[in-house]
């Protein structure tokens, strides 16, 4: 069966614009049957909201309260749903579900109480919690966080899935699943954004949830890029039907050859460890491209990531860095004779004459210890929230600039610096030079202000603002 000849369910989703062949789609409370589909896909946003009449509604401790009608339907629609997806899941069929912001509710339990008698007589409805996962045939928990930055742990096909469609997805929850599970995590962190769960003979796949409609700027790109996702999850559940499609030899059957197969697996055996070689080669590849990104740290952060990676660099670059007590801001450090006290900063918008203070607090203090003067040099990150293409001011205002020269600070931006660490790493014998050049500066740095010469801007097709205009919820 090929991608193109598959026939697929979308619960509560929103594709039906894309008018996608193979694509059917119908509301959560559809009786629509689940079983003359090849898969499922659930779109699980506001799940309750669609079960409100709105008159008849409440709140209770905060969420969303429904009244007694409404939550005999909702408790009826979930149940029929969930006896379907295991009906689904035992033929060894895959359901995916879009995971969108969707907070439990309160419903009706059914029960009553009777108070008092007469006109003081009162009638109590009970409700409890409803767990709007619930329609799924195990426990889910996630918790709800919107976020686009995510790694991707998984082996294909789920991994050509998520490359194929990366920029075409945000998250709206994370949760925890055991590591096998995992199919996306949070950067730095355990937590799943997308997983697989193996139920009977099928599985469920949590998926993050798609742009779609609104979220594109124009029509023409709701299409192209919804079609892609389309053809991306199409191409997917194909590949899964495949896997499950597969037939296992008996232990036993092992014991036999037959053709070539002994030579084939002895080739085999060698490609293997020449694979083995090729990810040693990729992982030692890994970990230098990821030093590499690292130096970027210089245009993005502040506190003390910034501090460490400005450290890091001068000490690549040559210089000698020295002990400073416990929580100084500054560094001691000495290039060629030449002692040097800098003030790291990394802030929202420009710097200011109190970053120059501050610096000079920490020289005034290596006089009083070393009775003689050092290089101050004041390194600042400035306007570190917004993207380097768009910052336009200056990093160090003209009112700071006379105190500064006063005192001879030499004042140069974390952008100067990579820029400074690049040429010397493109050409070593130019080093001593432009650090030379660095130290004797009074005022702004002058070299490096054109930084595209040495830092490359790239544009991503998922960043285009052209093509996509995204919206909160």
Request: charged content about 30%; hydrophobic content about 35%.
């Amino acid at each position: 069966m090929t991608s193109g000849m598959q026939s697929l369910l979308g619960v509560n989703t929103h594709f039906g614009a894309l008018d996608y062949k193979g694509l059917t789609e119908c509301y959560f409370d559809s009786t629509t049957s689940f079983m003359d589909y090849d898969a499922i896909i659930i779109g699980t946003e506001s799940l309750a909201h669609k079960f409100t009449t709105p008159y008849l509604s409440s709140t209770y401790n905060g969420k969303l309260s429904l009244s007694q009608d409404d939550s005999f339907r909702m408790k009826e629609t979930f149940d029929r749903i969930r006896i379907q997806i295991i009906e689904l899941l035992k033929q060894g069929k895959t359901v995916f579900i879009l995971l969108a912001n969707n907070e439990n509710c309160f419903v009706h339990t059914g029960h009553k109480t009777f108070s008092g008698t007469g006109r003081n007589a009162r009638t109590t409805n009970y409700v409890e919690e409803f767990d709007v996962f619930s329609f799924l045939p195990f426990t889910f928990r996630p918790t709800i966080a919107r976020g686009e930055k995510y790694d991707i742990v998984c082996q294909p096909p789920y991994s050509s899935f998520f490359q194929r469609t990366r920029g075409l997805f945000y998250y709206d929850a994370y949760f925890t699943v055991p590591k096998k599970s995992a199919l996306l995590t949070l950067p730095k962190s355990d937590k799943a954004i997308s997983a697989v769960f193996e139920y009977e003979k099928g599985k469920v796949v949590v998926l993050p949830r798609p742009y779609v409609g609104g979220n594109y700027k124009t029509e023409a790109a709701w299409k192209k890029y919804g079609k892609k996702y389309l053809d991306a999850l199409f191409e997917l559940n194909h590949a899964l039907m495949a896997c499950e499609d597969s037939y296992s030899l008996p232990l036993w059957a092992d014991g036999i050859k037959i053709l070539d197969e002994e030579d084939q697996e002895k080739k085999l055996e060698q490609d293997l460890k020449k694979l083995e070689n090729i990810k040693a080669g990729i992982e030692k590849r890994e970990t230098l491209i990821n030093k590499i990104r690292r130096k970027k740290i210089l245009l993005t952060a502040s506190g003390t990531m910034l501090e460490e990676v400005v450290k890091e660099t001068l000490q690549e670059i040559g210089f000698s860095l020295h002990e400073a007590e416990v929580g100084r801001s500054d560094i001691i450090a000495s290039y060629d004779g030449v002692d040097v006290v800098a003030e790291i900063k990394g802030v929202s918008k420009s710097a200011a004459e109190k970053h120059a203070a501050q610096l000079e607090k920490w020289v005034a203090q290596f006089m009083e210890e070393k009775e003689h003067s050092p290089k101050a040099l004041l390194i600042v990150n400035g306007y570190c929230d917004t993207p380097l293409p768009d910052r336009t001011e200056e990093v160090f205002p003209d009112q700071m600039l006379k105190y500064c020269k006063s005192r001879e600070h030499a004042l140069i931006t974390t952008t100067q610096l990579l820029c400074l660490y690049i040429e010397i790493k493109d050409n070593p014998e130019c080093a001593k030079e432009r650090i030379t050049e660095m130290l004797s500066c009074v005022g702004k740095y002058s070299r490096y202000l054109d930084y595209k010469k040495y830092l490359r801007l790239i544009e991503r097709e998922e960043d285009n603002a052209d093509e996509r205009t995204l919206k909160n919820d």
